[in-house]
C-alpha cells in the first residue's frame, strides 16, 4: 500500500540531547513537509523540500535541522537549541506545484517529549 | 499577519442533524481553501479543496462553501453519525509552499 510513514511514535528526549525523527514515503511525491501541532494551536510549518538536495525554512526552522538525500526520506532532526520540543510532529507530502492545489498526505505523526 | 480562525469550542450535536464548522481568515486572498479531519493522535486527513472560484463543492455528505466576500468557509456534515466526531481543519494558500492551518474544531456525534 502507497503511503506516508513516520517512525517512532513516541519519542522521549533528555534535555540537551539531539533526536531524529524519520519520514518516509513511496506515493512518489516530490514535496514533503514537516510540521509542529501544540494543543489548540494549528499546524506550524518547520522546513519543506520540493526536491532531492534541496529544501527550504518554514516558519518556526530554529533549532531544527533536515535533510533531503533520497526522494523518499525526509528526516527532521531536533537539535539541543529547540528550548521547548515537547509536540507532536508531523511528517507531510504531495504532487509537485503549490502545496495548496494538491492534497497533503500525512503520517500519523511522532509525539516528542523531553524527560 | 495573515491569520486564520475555527471556533474552538466544540460542536455537540444529535445523530442525524447537520453539523456546520466555520473558518473565518484576514489579510489574505486565498485560491484554495482545504478541510481535513483529523482523529486524536493521528494525522490530518484530506477532505475537500474548494477554489477561490467555486462557491460550493460536495463530497457524499460533505459540503464545503467557499465566500471570499467574507472571508469565511462553512462546512457540512448532513445526517451526521458518532463515527464522524473527530476534529476538523481547515488550510488555507498563501501562495506556493506556504499553506496555514487553523486550530481545529472538535465536533461530537452524540448516538
Known amino acids: 500500500d502507497g503511503g506516508i510513514t513516520q517512525s517512532p511514535k513516541y519519542l522521549f528526549r533528555k534535555e540537551g540531547q539531539n533526536v531524529t525523527l524519520s519520514c518516509e514515503q513511496n506515493?512518489?511525491?516530490?514535496?514533503m513537509y514537516w510540521y509542529r501541532q501544540d494543543p489548540g494551536q494549528g499546524l506550524r510549518l518547520i522546513y519543506y523540500?520540493?526536491?532531492?538536495?534541496?529544501?527550504q525554512k518554514g516558519d518556526i526552522a530554529e533549532g531544527y535541522s533536515v535533510s533531503r538525500e533520497k526522494k523518499e526520506s525526509f528526516p527532521l532532526t531536533v537539535t539541543s537549541a529547540q528550548k521547548n520540543p515537547t509536540a507532536f510532529y508531523l511528517c507531510?507530502?504531495?504532487?509537485?506545484?503549490?502545496?495548496?492545489?494538491?492534497?497533503?498526505?500525512f503520517g500519523q505523526g511522532t509525539r516528542l517529549t523531553v524527560v | 499577519s495573515q491569520k486564520i480562525e475555527q471556533n474552538s469550542e466544540a460542536l455537540n450535536i444529535q445523530e442525524g442533524k447537520t453539523a456546520t464548522l466555520t473558518c473565518n481568515y484576514t489579510?489574505?486572498?486565498?485560491?484554495?481553501l482545504q478541510w481535513y479531519r483529523q482523529d486524536p493522535g493521528r494525522g490530518p486527513v484530506f477532505l475537500l479543496l474548494?477554489?477561490?472560484?467555486?462557491k460550493e463543492k460536495r463530497k457524499e455528505r460533505l459540503k464545503v462553501t467557499f465566500d471570499t466576500t467574507l472571508k469565511q468557509s462553512l462546512f457540512h456534515i448532513t445526517a451526521s453519525q458518532p463515527a464522524d466526531s473527530a476534529t476538523y481543519l481547515c488550510?488555507?494558500?498563501?501562495?506556493?509552499?506556504?499553506?496555514?492551518f487553523g486550530a481545529g474544531t472538535r465536533l461530537f456525534v452524540k448516538a
Open positions: 507531510a507530502s504531495s504532487t509537485l506545484g503549490a502545496q495548496s492545489d494538491t492534497e497533503a498526505f
Open positions: 506515493l512518489n511525491h516530490d514535496a
Open positions: 523540500s520540493q526536491i532531492v538536495n534541496d529544501f
Open positions: 489579510n489574505y486572498s486565498p485560491a484554495y
Open positions: 474548494i477554489r477561490e472560484n467555486e
Open positions: 488550510a488555507l494558500d498563501t501562495g506556493g509552499f506556504k499553506t496555514i
